[in-house]
Each structure stands twice: as C-alpha cells, then as structure tokens.
C-alpha cells in the first residue's frame, strides 16, 4: 500500500526524527532543531491531572436496545418504543486508588455510562453497590482524604479509614458492602452496576416518579476472595483491563440487563426512610425490578488515553425525561462533576470524540482552551439574535414542582433519618450466605487490625457498637477475632 510521509503537527513532512541537529558530529545540539522541540515539548505533557476519584479505569463502547416498554413512565425519547437503540460508552473504575493502583484492590467500582441519545447525551454516574458511605456531599471530601493517602507518610491508613466509619455510622452500610467478597469482585464482567442515587422519571402527562437504576451482570456474579484479590494484585494488577479486552476481542461481548425500581411520590411520602437517602436500598419486594433494556459492550477504543482517560462523566448530563431527586448527595455532584472536567480535560472537553454528542449542539458557549468552532464557525455568540436559526423549544420546558418547605436552614442529614442499622442488619442476615458472612468477618478483621496509633481501642470499640446494633452475631464474631473482650456497657449500646 502507498506510505505515508512524516509530518510535524503542522502538517509538514520532515525526514530527520532519529539523529537531532549538531555543530558537528560531536558538537552541541541546535535550538533550530524545531523536531526536536515540538517532540520533547509534546512529550512532557502527554498527561493530564489524574481523577481524585475513579482514577484507574477501563472503557468500552457498545450498544443499549431497548427491550421492554416504560413510555408509560418517561417521555425520553430513547425508550419511547421498545426496539430503540443507541450507541454507548462505559467506563470502570477503582474508586480510592491511584492511575497505577492493582485492578483487585478493595474498594466500590465505579460504573459509569454514557448513552449517547437523539434528545443529548445522557450519562448515567454509579457504582457496583446501591448504596454509599456518606448520604451529603459535604462531607465528601473529608471520606476520600481517608481512603487516599496520610499527609505526612504518603501512606494508605486503616486507622484514618475505620475512625472516619466509626465516627459516621450512616456508612455502615456501605462498608459491609465494602467488607465482603463484593469489594473484590472478578474483574468488571462479573459485577452489577447501580445509579444508587435516587432520579426522577417524567411522562408526556408531566407526571413524576422516582426511580432507581440497575444493571444486571448476564455473566454471573463472581468475586475474588482477599487473599486471591491479594494475589492477583502482585501477579497482574491490570487484571480487569486485560480481562475486559480480552473478552471483546474474542467475541465475548459483556452484557448487562437494565432495570428500574418505580416509586410514586405518595409512597415516597409513607416510606419507611428518606427515600432520597443513598445509604438506604428500597427492597424488591415493595419496589420490584422493571425489566428496561440491555446493554452490550462490543468495542475497546482505538487509543486508551483519547477514549478512556479524557471521557467525562456527569450526572448533570440528564435527557428530557429523566430528572434528579432531593438526594443531598446527587445535587452535590451535579455540580462537581462536571467542575472537575473543567479542571482536568478543559472547558471544552465535551467536543471530543468520546464525549461529543453525534446529533445536534447548539448553543453560545464559545472560546477556551481547545476551542473548536466546527459546531458554530461564524455564528453569533449571543442570544437572541436576528441571525442564526436556534429556537427554544416549549417541549423541553423543566418539570415544575412545588416544595415541601420554604424554610431555609443546615437541616441535620440525619434529624428523623437515623437508623442506620436494620438495613446493614438484614443485609448480614438475610442477604449474605454463611459463606459471605464468614468472608466478610475475616475481611474486616484484617482491615481493622491495621488501626495502631494512641485512638486504637476507642475506635475499634466505637465501630464494634455499630457491628452489635446492625447485628449481634456479627459484633461478637469481629469483637472475639479482635481479642477485645466486651463489656455491658458495649452491649446496651447495641439495644
């Protein structure tokens, strides 16, 4: 096949791009030399500020086909007709660990999709639990301090982890979660993904509901125990990239089914706890799963850093049709999600391939960094205008709704939303298998060992109050195994 010539970015060719240019054949290197330059200049910023959070992550394209009808629910077009079907984008992801962490450390995974629909894109932002440690995003910044690094050591700390949890009972929950084989799992083929946050769905009535995503492995649940979790980070700690591409590149695409929980705003009303609580799951018995859609994932992107590391994802990028909720923690990151990109991608990190939508932009968002004017090349920059053809459209009008209350003030997350136990309580004693539960035990001991430090009993103590109010036999397995002999005093705080 004919070659192609060697061009600077400029779009020059050249010829030299092994020897630089010298005052001889020993002599000193020319600032001329402009190949040199622009490949070494190049070079040094080939990386972008990695993510605080998700920061090692693997993407892939594929395609979601709508497979049962919920038009009855939405007026977003893409699931206005079962058969539907868009192309889409996922990414997962450790949440605590840094770019080159081990692929199977203990931690929640991020599961991030980005459909790209006809109505915008619609991202929809979760992890691989239903729940999460912390239920206002005020206090999200102070739970990730504790799962990175101590300021002075530059090391991970069981102590700074398991005071924070025992300081926030709200994360128990989540924690168990965390504590069992699931903060390991088997890659990321053999996980369920969750919009965890409570959103909104609204019909062409312009009636609401609230509901809540999931997605359903096809492949089966599998998990790594710790010590095999362990071991693999030693052997491959690219293990779910590798996993994940080798799957797609022998034709065995991941699947995943989509479900919705449906709950109308009367129930919303009598429910049990705040709805709107992330901490909390509504149980399938009361809120039984919808069948949605399926998605496939059949494509590793050509180039990991242009797809994967430069994608952005936002639970503010929503489609008519689909809304948020009162979640403290969901309106928080409404906002610093997309500020995040801003920072680490740029101001105009939306016109690149992975996150660019393929239909229709149109707006007056100009200039930046990276700015490209394909989408409006000479069109005013103002609104309105006598000159462009842009009209807003009646359709897309936002949901109007009335408030609770007009009073405002720092409400207590917590105030009439306290009982942070029952459910951690039923997941050990309902949910969990014997085998689960005698993993989960082992892995919290392990972890909880690693508290030294002048605190270490007060902390073990005050997280061993918790275990005892979720569930009796659990505290008295975690409290034996720990060698902590417990008082009356522990016990009452566990009635």
Excluded at 297 to 319: G, K
Aim: proline share 5%.
């Amino acid at each position: 096949m004919d070659s192609k010539k060697l061009t600077l970015s400029n779009g020059a060719p050249y010829y030299e791009h092994q020897d630089s240019q010298t005052v001889g054949p020993r002599g000193p290197v020319l600032l001329q030399d402009f190949v040199l330059q622009e490949n070494l200049a190049h070079f040094v910023r080939e990386r972008i500020p990695e993510r605080i959070v998700h920061a090692k992550g693997t993407g892939a394209y594929g395609t979601f086909t709508v497979t049962h009808d919920i038009s009855h629910y939405t007026k977003a077009k893409l699931f206005s007709k079962v058969g539907n079907s868009c192309r889409m984008f996922a990414r997962f992801s450790t949440v605590g660990g840094e770019k080159g962490s081990a692929d199977t450390a203990r931690d929640p995974r991020g599961f991030a999709l980005k459909f790209y629909t006809e109505d915008g894109n619609w991202d929809l932002v979760g992890n691989n639990t239903p729940v999460f440690f912390i239920k206002d995003a005020k206090k999200f910044p102070d739970f990730i301090h504790t799962q990175k690094r101590v300021p002075k050591t530059n090391l991970k700390s069981a102590t700074m982890m398991w005071d924070f949890w025992s300081l926030n009972p709200e994360s128990l929950h989540q924690v168990l979660i965390l504590m069992s084989d699931r903060g390991t799992p088997y890659g990321y083929r053999h996980m369920h993904g969750f919009g965890s946050h409570t959103f909104s769905m609204i019909n062409d009535k312009n009636e609401r509901v609230w509901v809540k995503f999931h997605m359903k492995t096809k492949q089966g649940i599998k998990n790594f125990t710790d010590a095999e979790a362990v071991k693999m980070a030693g052997e491959n700690p690219d293990f779910a990239q590798e996993d994940m591409c080798n799957a797609i590149e022998e034709g065995n695409f991941p699947k995943w089914t989509m479900y919705i929980q449906v709950m109308t705003e009367e129930q919303a009303r009598d429910f049990r706890w705040n709805p709107f609580d992330i901490t909390k799951v509504w149980f399938q018995g009361d809120f039984p799963l919808i069948e949605v859609g399926e998605m496939e994932l059949n494509e590793i992107p050509v180039n990991y850093f242009a797809h994967v590391e430069q994608s952005t994802f936002s639970p503010s990028n929503l489609i008519n049709g689909i809304s948020f909720s009162p979640d403290k923690m969901l309106q928080g990151r409404l906002f610093s999600y997309p500020d995040a990109h801003r920072y680490r991608v740029g101001v105009n990190a939306h016109h690149l391939e992975v996150n660019r939508c393929p239909f229709a932009v149109n707006n007056y968002q100009r200039d930046g960094f990276m700015a490209d004017s394909s989408y409006y090349q000479d069109k005013p920059n103002y609104h309105p205008n006598s000159f462009d053809d842009i009209k807003p459209d009646s359709s897309y009008k936002n949901y109007e709704y009335e408030l609770d209350s007009a009073h405002v003030a720092n409400y207590s997350r917590n105030e009439n939303d306290d009982d942070h136990y029952t459910q951690p309580g039923l997941l050990y004693s309902k949910a969990m298998s014997p085998e689960d539960r005698h993993n989960l035990v082992n892995n919290i001991v392990g972890s909880m060992k690693g508290i030294t430090g002048p605190k270490r009993d007060e902390i073990i103590n005050r997280q061993l109050c918790h275990f005892f109010r979720a569930n009796i036999e659990l505290g008295m397995k975690v409290a034996t195994q720990l060698n902590v002999v417990i008082d009356a005093n522990m016990m009452n705080h566990s009635k």
